[in-house]
């Protein structure tokens, strides 16, 4: 200790202390302030820096003019919604300035290290909680991911350089790597315990996997008997307005366990461009979709895509498969290009519906689901029917503008079990039986959709100016809620709605809902009733939450 002169050793040390303290508050503001720890506005956000000697992450904490941010290689904000909406949101700026892969690496080292708690509170939900219970299972399907990660990353390495498509795919693994890597850097320096159990095969599963693969795994693979959990479904309606155009409305709503209601709007806008050297930006500059911690493509299967001034939307229902009870039951095929891989390829490179249908069957799309797509250019007021056989080994477009045009309504509802899916000489007609319920259920509903609070309503499961319907229960068939399955009831049901209202001037608004439905006077869903002894770790208990408009930063 240094002595001041002229003051007493008690008085030295008492500045001195004074001093320490001061410091020390100094240091704890720093440490707090990167840490994101100061209470403020909710909004944590960060930049990328890139220079030869490698990337450079900036935190800029919370009560920033995100306007202010600077881009470098890429910028990002992430606000924590999940007990107030249902919904975080993260959305992530990249530079023209930098190669495509310093871009993809930056984006997915911002998303890792700022949706770090988010991203292993999924994967505790998901991954671990069925791998506990079925460590076999897993430890096959992660030996499938690596191997197949493997051989389409190089090839990918030899064919991204001539090649649109393949360039896409490289850049989705690179991305990757970055949001492993920056998970990594944040867990490290939070010095928490017990978040460094995740491998990378974890985050493989958590960007790859479809929506039916953890109900699956966990129903001991005898998927046939849980057909009836598929009940997501989309649905567009032309709404009319005196004086002016109609107004298309498209609804979506997802499908899945309740384990995964840990949710991320996201907004990716990404200076990428068709080929690694001197080539276009990619049509697809900016994705907007609803999405899960870990992944890079929506896995919910629903995209607004926007290029100068034009806008693609891009709605998918999975439909599973009963001849595939196993999990991944086509991993002798693991040279193909894994859905959310090729779906983000497609985002980014069409630039109309059957162009994104033609990237979707480019190449190898062998795989254990068959799915089904709507694109929809409101622009335009054309519509497509994107179909994947359940051979996997193509995607037709149907153009059904004219037929949406003469009825004002097309719809699709997820029938996991009909007979095209079945094995052969397998019938299933009560699975049938239902879907022609479903159907009809669904045509006199619309016979009364003439505005957007109808259309809203009906999203919701249930309008009281409706006609009911005296054999069914309409918010159960359309909103479909496992929980509330009077026999052997399961977390597993419909988990949001997302509405996009667009016209000839493009997209007007999006509005998404998280949680399973509480529309018929249905009790909000609850944890702590239902199903306690069931991992939703960073999930709120109750499920009663208002729709929200994602209010979007950067242009």
């Known amino acids: 200790m240094l002595k001041v002169v002229g003051a007493s050793w008690l008085q030295t040390r008492f500045a001195t202390y004074i001093l320490v303290a001061v410091a020390l508050l100094g240091i704890g503001a720093i440490i707090m302030g990167e840490y994101g720890l100061i209470e403020n506005d909710g909004i944590y956000a960060a930049s990328v820096s890139y220079y ?22 890429a910028r990002a904000y992430y606000k924590t919604g999940i007990s107030e909406s249902g919904w975080s949101v993260i959305e992530i700026e990249t530079s023209s300035k930098y190669p495509d892969s310093v871009q993809a690496y930056a984006a997915g080292l911002l998303e890792g290290s700022l949706t770090w708690q988010l991203i292993h509170r999924h994967w505790y939900n998901t991954v671990h909680a069925v791998c506990e219970r079925r460590a076999g299972e897993c430890r096959k399907l992660m030996r499938f991911l690596r191997e197949n990660t493997a051989i389409v990353r190089k090839r990918a390495e030899i064919l991204a350089v001539t090649d649109s498509f393949w360039h896409m795919v490289r850049l989705f693994y690179i991305q990757l790597d970055g949001l492993e890597a920056g998970w990594r850097f944040a867990a490290r320096r939070s010095r ?31 998927f046939h008997s849980h057909c009836d959990h598929t ?13 002016l155009d109609p107004l298309i409305a498209i609804g979506h709503t997802t499908a899945a366990p309740y384990a995964k209601m840990l949710r991320l709007l996201k907004k990716y806008t990404f200076a990428y461009h068709t080929l690694p050297k001197k080539a276009a930006p990619v049509p697809g500059r900016t994705v907007v979709m609803s999405s899960y911690p870990g992944a890079l493509s929506s896995q919910d299967e629903f995209y607004l895509i926007v290029r100068d001034n034009r806008e693609l939307i891009v709605a998918g229902t999975v439909t599973a498969v009963a001849a595939n009870r196993s999990l991944w039951n086509s991993t002798n095929a693991k040279d193909q290009v894994m859905s ?3 779906v983000m390829a497609a985002n980014r490179l069409a630039t109309d519906g059957r162009s994104w249908s033609r990237d979707m069957s480019a190449h190898n799309m062998t795989g254990a689901m068959a799915q089904q797509w709507v694109t929809l250019e409101p622009r335009e007021g054309f519509v497509h029917l994107v179909e994947r056989s359940l051979s996997g080994t193509s995607a037709r477009a149907i153009d059904i503008t004219e037929r949406f045009a003469n009825s004002g309504v097309f719809w699709i509802t997820g029938e996991a079990c009909s007979r095209e899916t079945n094995t052969p000489g397998e019938a299933n007609d009560e699975k049938e039986d239902e879907n022609v319920t479903r159907s009809d259920l669904i045509v006199s509903l619309q016979k009364n959709i003439t505005t957007v609070e109808q259309f809203e309503e009906l999203m919701g499961g249930h309008s009281d100016e409706q006609p009911s319907i005296e054999d069914k229960d309409q918010a159960q068939i359309l909103t479909y809620r496992g929980d509330l399955k009077k026999s052997a009831s399961t977390p597993f049901g419909v988990i949001d709605a997302k509405i996009v209202l667009a016209d000839g001037e493009g997209v007007a608004s999006f509005d998404a809902i998280s949680g399973p439905s509480t529309s018929a006077s249905r009790e909000p869903f609850s944890w702590s009733k239902s199903f306690p002894n069931v991992s939703h770790l960073g999930q709120p208990d109750v499920f009663d939450f208002d729709s929200v408009t994602p209010l979007w930063v950067w242009i």
Request: no cysteine.
């Open 192 to 222: 928490q315990e017990g978040v460094d159990e995740m491998d990378s095969e974890h985050f493989l599963w958590l960007a790859m996997a479809n929506l039916m693969d953890l109900e699956q795994i966990s129903t001991n693979n005898d």
């Open 231 to 243: 009940k997501g479904m989309i649905i567009l309606k032309s709404l009319t307005r005196e004086g």
């Open 340 to 342: 959310p891989v090729r």
């Open 52 to 73: 030869k000697e490698g990337y450079h992450i900036d935190f800029w904490g919370q009560g920033n003019d995100l306007t202010n941010v600077r881009l470098g290689a």
